[in-house]
């Protein structure tokens, strides 16, 4: 059965196609603002926060927020990064509201896209990005590397995205030093904690900062995935809803553990 990431991928491929055919106008835009950086040094859970207008399994979230406003809000609150959806047809996000976030703030930017081609990466960057979203589930382990090495290149972050063993298979081969363990499995849209608790330890034996995503509403769930080593939350749904920003955002910036830091 075709799975909602089945769609999303086949779409994107039609994309890419009009991706290559921009004329690539806009200056390049990226700083060099490291959220690696920042997860060294952090004492508390560090705060990803996504701005999310829709998503397929939410539907429309919050389309009225002015990106440049939230952005801004995000980061007067203490985000140590902002997350933009960059895709139209699944997220009504785009290229666009990444720029605009990129002139509104001075903390790293993610690009949250489902990357499959390495234009798309170039697009990302051009838009101000300092990090990308690599979907392990998305690609076989030769695209997937293959990707991440390009980005390093173009000395960009990536964000590797497992949600099972499977995946983590692939990531731990490449090493990516910043994982993000996806609650939400991006084929049932089920969420579970547990995920971030099932494959943490695998990850911490290794080492590697740890992202816990999707989701995460409260200083509960927060602490939650805090309790098995998360180093930071990548927070959309409970942030773009949110009436009171400053004491939500507040609320899930718990303490890390000793043990957490690296
Ligand atoms: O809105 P939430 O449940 O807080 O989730 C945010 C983020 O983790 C989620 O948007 C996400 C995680 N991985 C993705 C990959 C593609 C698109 C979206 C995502």
Redo the contacts with the bound molecule.
């Keep these: 059965m075709e799975t909602i990431l089945d769609r999303i991928i086949s779409q994107k491929q039609i994309e890419i196609k009009s991706l290559r055919a921009i004329s690539r106008k806009i200056k390049n835009q990226s700083t060099n603002l490291s959220l690696i950086e920042q997860l060294k040094v952090a004492d508390h859970l560090s705060i990803i926060a ?1 701005f ?1 207008r829709a ?1 397929p399994s939410k539907g429309d979230i919050n389309t009225n927020l002015n990106p440049a406003e939230q952005a801004k809000k995000y980061e007067e609150n203490g985000a140590a990064a902002i997350s933009v ?1 960059t895709d139209t047809t699944f ?1 009504k996000g785009s290229f666009k509201d990444l720029k605009i976030v990129r002139d509104s703030v001075n903390i790293p930017i993610l690009c ?1 896209d ?1 990357i499959i081609d390495p234009v798309q990466i170039d697009i990302a960057k051009e838009h101000g990005a300092n990090i990308i ?1 690599l ?1 392990a589930a998305a690609l076989p382990f030769t695209a997937l590397n293959h990707l991440y090495q390009y980005a390093k290149q173009q000395n960009l972050e990536v964000l590797m ?1 497992v949600h099972d063993e499977e995946d983590l298979e692939k990531a731990l081969k490449i090493r990516p030093g910043l994982y993000g363990i ?1 609650n ?1 499995n ?1 084929k049932t849209f089920e969420v579970d904690l547990g995920v971030t608790e099932r494959l943490a330890p695998l990850i911490q034996a290794d080492g590697g900062f740890i992202i816990s ?4 509403f409260n200083q509960y769930d927060a602490k939650r995935v805090r309790d098995v080593g998360a180093n930071g939350i ?5 942030l773009m809803r949110s009436n009171e920003l400053s004491s939500n955002m507040r609320e899930l910036m718990v303490p890390i553990l000793k043990e957490t830091k690296q």
């Design positions: 996504e999310k998503s959806l997220f949250k489902f979203l979907i995205e996806n939400r991006l995503e999707s989701g995460i990548l927070v959309g749904e409970a």
